[in-house]
């Protein structure tokens, strides 16, 4: 199934009614509620879901948004945290993010699990991408330090974001819930591409499922880290959906598709009828230009 992420067009509504009937109206007979719902649109969500304008496939923590946050905001409580009042934080606003998928009868809420603490490699790497400097002794030393900062102080982040998740998951399973665990485009974000194996092994048997964003995994090939194709292969065994956008060279996301470089003919073998596949576009394009990424998808995908 298609979805379209209300991360288009929640910002230019005040009614979560109109805001769901706005996607429907471009023929998109599923949703996903992404993690820019203000509680004054929840209301709206749920007239349209009972009155059946539209289903809801997917939640995108956290969603709705915290008590006097107003813009979205994913990652303003880390699981990672070292401080335990933030994780609480985020312990409660994913139990209600649950709640809410439930109400609208979702089949999975997406998370971040957080980052570790050191130093944002990944815009810096991004600039010199950028200047044609990749194949640089600058730009390769900067990688080397990434890599040996996160693997020097991941381990206690980590632990930290797994004794959440467990928690969380237990009530994910009593609601019938999956959760999906998002690969990131941040190098310090968890878990790192090389411990997506190893953390999926650990949760297997539960509702912890892989969510593979394509944009994402492209600007981590694009710095050099991942192959694309090859990540995604590899964790296909545990892949629940897809976040589709494109990316331009080297880090522009959230494109349609079609309007990048990502090969999105070589990913074809890994994706399943029974994948959820959310188009998460910019707010910035044009309801033409969805609609344009969309039919491109679907014209390599199938309509399923």
């Known amino acids: 199934m298609y979805s379209l992420s209300t991360c288009w067009n929640s910002d230019r509504h005040t009614d979560g009614h109109a805001m769901l009937r706005e ?7 599923y949703a996903e509620l992404s993690h820019g719902i203000r509680l004054s649109l929840v209301p ?3 007239d349209a879901v009972a009155a059946g304008v539209i289903r809801i496939t997917t939640l995108h923590n956290f969603c709705p948004l915290p008590i006097g946050v107003t813009r979205a905001a994913p ?4 699981f990672t945290s070292l401080d335990r009042k933030e994780r609480d934080n985020a312990l409660r606003h994913t139990l209600k993010t649950l709640e809410f998928a439930e109400r609208v009868q979702a089949q999975l809420v997406v998370l971040h699990l957080g980052a570790i603490d050191m130093y944002d490699y990944t815009d810096k790497l991004l600039e010199l991408a950028e200047a044609g400097k990749r194949e640089t002794p600058k730009y390769q030393k900067l990688c080397a330090e990434a890599e040996a900062k996160r693997e020097a102080r991941k381990e206690r982040h980590q632990e930290a974001a797994y004794e959440l998740l467990r ?3 237990e009530d994910a399973r009593r ?3 999956l959760l999906g665990v998002e690969n990131r485009e941040a190098l310090e974000e968890i878990p790192f591409e ?3 194996q190893f953390f999926l092994h650990e949760f297997r048997g539960g509702p912890v499922r892989y969510w593979h ?6 600007i981590k090939e694009n710095l050099g880290f991942i192959q694309h194709a090859l990540h995604l292969e590899s964790l296909a065994d545990a892949l629940a959906g897809f976040h589709i956008h494109d990316v331009v060279f080297p880090g522009r996301d959230h494109r349609p598709p079609g309007q990048g470089m990502i090969d999105f003919a070589g990913l074809r073998p890994y994706v399943r009828p029974e994948h959820i596949k959310v188009l998460e576009m910019s707010p910035s394009l044009t309801a033409e230009e969805v609609l344009a990424g969309a039919n491109h998808i679907r014209s ?3 309509d399923e």
């Open 23 to 29: 996607i429907r109206d471009l023929g998109f007979a």
């Open 44 to 46: 709206g969500i749920l």
């Open 75 to 78: 990652n303003v409580f880390k």
């Open 167 to 169: 928690q969380i998951e």
């Open 175 to 177: 609601r019938g819930l």
């Open 194 to 196: 090389s411990d997506f």
């Open 213 to 218: 964003d394509t944009g994402h995994a492209q």
């Open 300 to 302: 390599l995908w199938g």
